[in-house]
């Protein structure tokens, strides 16, 4: 997968160089390229931003600049990526998406500051690229490059061979519409505290078992409102009865 993220602070995306998306890069499972969106203003102060018409506080990003970013990086009549541009007034990131975004051959992050960039900038990427905005929770970050940063390791580790274990994304909270339970390793008891006899067992279809109602019963407690999606069957009904 082809990405590419354009933001006034280039820096901020140093990250994407360590750790599991890092590896991933070095191994030529994602090629990463970062564009600093002055290479697109030609005033000699490189100036990004202006007042947004009809008054109000803060400065938005003006569209020129983008709009020479988006030609230089997807020049018009070649192949064109999707374009993401995070913003809490997007639609929610969740894992559907992030699988979703994660089968694309090419995305493209676009990092608003300020209060965020011209609206005409993603009407005009629509004609010709699929866009969508996103947001990552019901907060306000200072700009898009932290909720770039997020989504990016979200995609990452769904790409063939960028985990280590393919199984390890099939138990991740979310990939059955319930929140992960809680896990264990050794040392069987520590400072008093046994670890669940149940794992202990070997008894496969018993640990299913307690996983799946430690799951339910957790995602009860935190977040009711997933319960709706999920399908229940008598023996789910009866651990969220108790
Ligand atoms: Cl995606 N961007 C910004 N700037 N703020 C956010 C956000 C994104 N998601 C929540 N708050």
Not at 26 to 33: A, D, P, Q
Not at 151 to 174: K, T, W
């Amino acid at each position: 997968m082809k990405i590419d993220v354009v933001s006034i602070f280039p820096g901020y995306l140093a990250p994407l160089r360590e750790s599991l998306i890092g590896k991933a890069v070095s191994r030529g499972l994602i090629e990463v390229g970062v564009h600093d969106l002055r290479t697109w203003t030609s005033d000699v102060h490189r100036t990004v931003d202006d007042s947004p018409y009809g008054g109000g506080p803060g400065m938005l990003m003006r569209p020129e600049p983008w709009g020479l970013a988006l030609d230089a990086l997807a020049p018009l009549g070649g192949p064109q990526p999707r374009l993401v541009v995070p913003t809490p007034a997007g639609r929610p990131f969740t894992q559907a998406l992030a699988r979703e975004l994660s089968a694309e051959p090419w995305l493209l992050f676009a990092c608003g500051r300020y209060e965020g960039i011209d609206s005409r900038v993603a009407a005009y990427a629509a004609d010709r690229m699929v866009v969508d905005e996103v947001s990552l929770g019901d907060y306000v970050l200072a700009g898009g490059e932290v909720a770039v940063l997020v989504m990016v390791e979200a995609i990452g580790r769904l790409l063939p061979g960028v985990l280590g274990n393919a199984a390890s994304h099939e138990q991740d909270s979310f990939s059955d519409g319930l929140l992960e339970g809680p896990a264990y390793t050794r040392p069987e008891v520590w400072r008093g505290l046994p670890v669940p006899e149940v794992l202990l067992s070997g008894h496969h279809a018993g640990i299913a078992r307690w996983r799946r109602d430690e799951s339910l019963r957790r995602t009860a407690q935190r977040r009711p409102e997933l319960l709706g999606a999920v399908s229940l069957d008598d023996a789910d009904r009866a651990v969220l009865e108790q």
